[in-house]
C-alpha cells in the first residue's frame, strides 16, 4: 500500500457506503434492518447521493430500479428478510436488467443475532439469477461495491452483495478515494427491454442465460476470484468471511477464494480441485457452493463435516478438518441475562395490561415481540414483519368471531407502515372482526430508532410530512380508532375490554416515546419508600430492570436506569413508590 494514500478503520457497512459513494452512486434507498441498518447512516451523510428510508424493502429496489433506469448507479440495502419482502421487482429486474448500475446488498445473519431465520440470501440470488459478489474484509466491501457497479453496467443485470453480520460489524483498514465522476447514462425507450410482458420476458430469459454464461467463463480469469498456493495437500474452496476462518485454521493450505459466488467459474474450480489431494468447501449456511461442485464431478467435503447453522470459527475448522482437539476456556459461570425491554418502555405497560386481562397476542417483528417471553407472556405468535394482523384475521376466519374475543394484533407504528396496512385494509374489506393495536413509539426503535413516515422526518432529518396513523385507518374503513397514552393503565385497560367486544374491525394506538429517543427527556425518577412497602410485589410483575427487591423484600429502585415512566407507582396501593421531579 501507497502510505501516502488515506486510510480509514472503518465498519464493513461503512466501506460499503464509502463504496457507493466512490461508484458514483446517485440514489440509496433501504429499509432499516440489522446488520445492513449502518449502511444508509452513513450513506446520507456524503454529498452527491440522495438517500432515503423507504416504507419497506420492495419500495426500496423499486426506488433504485427507477434510478437505475433513468441512467445514475443506484443502491438498495437491507437484511435477509428484506430480500424476501423486494424478491417480487428483483427476480423481474434480473430480466430487465439495468441502465445505470443496480446493487442489491443483502446482510444475512448466520447465528440469528437479530432475526427470525438464518436464510442464505446467495440461494434468492441463484434463483432470480442475479450474479452475488461476497467480500471478507472492510476493503474489499468497498472495493466490491465498486466492483459490482462496474459488473452491472458491463453485464446488464443487477448485482448482488452478500454480507453477514459478522463482515458489517467488524473493522478493518480501508484505502479512501476519490468519488468517480460518472456521467448519466442516456435514458431511451425500449419496451421490449423494459415492460416484462410475457413476450418480452421470454426473450429476455435467453439474455439473462447467455449473461450469466458469459460471466461464468470471464471469471475464470477475473481478478476477484484468486488462488493462494501452499501445500496441496488440503486445498479449500471459500468466500467471505469464512475465507478469514480459514486463513487462521489452516495457514499452510492452497486456497481457492471466490469473490463472485454465483455464477461460479466452473474452469478455474475444476482445475484448482485437480492440483490438490483433498478438496475442502467452507462456506457459511447452506451448501451452494459445495452442490455445484459436487455435480460437476468433483469429489470434496463440506457439510458432511460442517453445519449449516450458525456462524463458523477457526476452531471449528481446526476441528473437523486437522481432527485437532480444540482447547477452550470453560466459560465464566455468570446468570443468563434474557433480552429485555428498557426501564420506561411503553410497550411494557400495554403488555400488562393485556396480561392481566389474559389477551393473547398475534405478534410481529419490533422490540415487542419481547412481550412473548416471561414476565409478560402476552405474545403467541411471530411470523414477519405485518403478520400479526393477517394472522388474527386467519384466525377469525377459521374459528369465529367469539374465538378471537381473547384475542388482539400487536404491531409497531414502523412495521404497521411497513407491511400492516395491507392487511389492515384486508380485515375491513373481508368482513372481520378483531382488534388491532398499534405500538406507537414514534421510532423503528429495534434497528437503532430510525425514522419512518408517520415521524415528520427523512433519513437526512429534514422536516417532511407525517401520516397521522389515525387518518390512516380511518381511510382503510376502520371506523372505530381510539388513542391511548401508554402509560394510563386504566384507561388503556378500559378501552381494550370494550373495543375486542366489539363485533367490527378496530384500532388501538397505544402512544407513547421511546424511552430511549433523544427527543424524549424525562425530568420524573421514581422513589421506592421501604416503611411502606407491603412486600406483594405488584411492581415487580411488569418486569423493570430498574426494579430489584432488598434482602428484607422490599423494593429497591435504581435511579440510574429508572426513566420515570410511573408503571410501577401506578401499580402499588399502597403509596409505597412515588415519582419526583429530579
Not at 349 to 358: A, G, I, R, Y
Request: hydrophobic share 40%; glycine share 8%.
Amino acid at each position: 500500500m501507497d502510505r501516502n494514500v488515506e486510510k480509514k478503520i472503518m465498519l464493513g457497512n461503512e466501506a460499503i457506503a464509502r463504496g457507493a459513494w466512490e461508484a458514483g452512486v446517485k440514489v440509496s434507498a433501504a429499509y432499516p434492518g440489522t446488520p445492513s441498518t449502518e449502511i444508509s447512516e452513513n450513506i446520507v451523510k456524503y454529498d452527491g447521493i440522495y438517500a432515503e428510508w423507504s416504507p419497506n424493502e420492495k419500495v426500496a429496489m423499486e426506488v433504485a430500479i427507477g434510478a437505475s433506469m433513468s441512467g445514475v448507479r443506484a443502491l438498495a440495502s437491507m437484511k435477509m428478510v428484506g430480500v424476501n419482502v423486494a424478491s417480487d421487482p428483483l427476480y423481474t429486474v434480473s430480466y430487465i436488467g439495468v441502465n445505470g448500475g443496480l446493487v442489491l446488498v443483502a446482510a444475512d445473519d448466520p447465528g440469528l443475532y437479530s432475526s427470525q431465520n438464518e436464510q442464505d440470501s446467495r440461494c434468492v440470488a441463484r434463483v432470480a439469477q442475479v450474479p452475488v459478489l461476497e467480500p471478507s474484509d472492510s476493503q474489499e466491501a468497498k472495493d466490491f461495491t465498486k466492483l459490482a457497479f462496474e459488473l452491472s453496467e458491463k453485464y446488464d443485470c443487477p448485482i448482488m452483495i452478500r454480507t453477514t453480520t459478522r463482515l458489517a460489524h467488524s473493522q478493518g483498514v480501508v484505502e479512501l478515494n476519490d468519488r468517480a465522476e460518472v456521467e448519466d447514462k442516456p435514458y431511451e425507450r425500449s419496451v421490449p427491454k423494459n415492460v416484462m410482458m410475457p413476450a418480452m420476458a421470454k426473450g429476455r430469459h435467453v439474455f439473462v442465460e447467455k449473461r450469466l454464461k458469459d460471466m461464468s467463463e470471464d471469471a475464470d480469469t477475473a481478478s476477484y476470484n484468486k488462488v493462494e498456493w501452499n501445500d496441496k495437500k488440503i486445498g479449500v474452496i471459500t468466500s467471505g468471511i469464512p475465507y478469514q476462518y480459514v486463513k487462521e485454521a489452516l495457514p499452510n493450505a492452497s486456497v481457492l477464494k471466490l469473490g463472485l459466488v454465483h455464477p461460479l467459474p466452473k474452469k478455474l474450480i475444476a482445475d484448482f480441485a485437480s492440483k490438490v489431494e483433498t478438496l475442502y468447501i467452507v462456506e457459511e449456511l447452506e451448501p451452494l457452493i459445495e452442490e455445484q461442485v459436487k455435480a460437476m464431478g468433483i469429489a470434496c467435503h463440506g457439510k458432511d463435516i460442517l453445519t449449516v447453522q450458525g456462524e463458523y470459527s477457526a476452531n471449528m475448522l481446526r476441528k473437523a478438518i486437522l481432527k485437532e482437539e480444540v482447547k477452550t476456556e470453560e466459560p465464566a459461570k455468570v446468570p443468563a441475562r434474557p433480552p429485555i425491554l428498557c426501564p420506561g418502555c411503553p410497550h411494557r405497560s400495554t403488555f400488562t395490561v393485556l396480561n392481566e386481562l389474559k389477551i393473547h397476542g398475534a405478534g410481529d417483528i419490533g422490540c415487542y415481540t419481547l412481550g412473548a417471553v416471561a414476565p409478560l407472556n402476552v405474545i403467541d405468535t411471530t411470523v414477519c414483519m405485518g403478520s400479526s394482523i393477517s394472522t388474527l384475521h386467519g384466525m377469525e376466519k377459521a374459528k369465529g368471531k367469539e374465538y378471537i374475543k381473547n384475542w388482539v394484533a400487536l404491531i409497531g407504528d414502523s412495521t404497521f407502515l411497513h407491511t400492516g396496512i395491507n392487511s389492515l385494509l384486508n380485515m375491513v374489506y373481508n368482513k372481520s372482526t378483531g382488534t388491532v393495536i398499534i405500538m406507537d413509539n414514534s421510532t423503528t426503535g429495534m434497528t437503532g430508532h430510525q425514522d419512518h413516515a408517520a415521524t415528520g422526518k427523512t433519513l437526512s432529518g429534514e422536516a417532511t410530512y407525517a401520516v397521522d396513523l389515525v387518518d390512516l385507518c380511518h381511510a382503510l374503513g376502520v371506523e372505530h380508532v381510539s388513542v391511548v397514552n401508554a402509560f394510563d393503565t386504566e384507561k388503556l385497560k378500559a378501552t381494550i375490554k370494550e373495543e375486542v367486544a366489539r363485533d367490527a374491525v378496530s384500532v388501538i394506538i397505544s402512544q407513547a416515546p421511546c424511552a430511549l429517543l433523544k427527543t424524549n427527556i424525562s425530568h420524573k425518577k421514581c422513589y421506592a419508600l421501604s416503611d411502606k412497602c407491603k412486600k406483594c410485589g405488584m411492581c415487580l410483575k411488569p418486569g423493570c430492570p430498574a426494579l430489584t427487591k432488598n434482602p428484607d423484600g422490599t423494593i429497591r429502585i435504581d435511579e440510574t436506569m429508572c426513566n420515570g415512566c410511573g408503571l410501577c407507582e401506578s401499580r402499588c396501593k399502597f403509596g409505597a413508590i412515588e415519582s419526583r421531579e429530579v
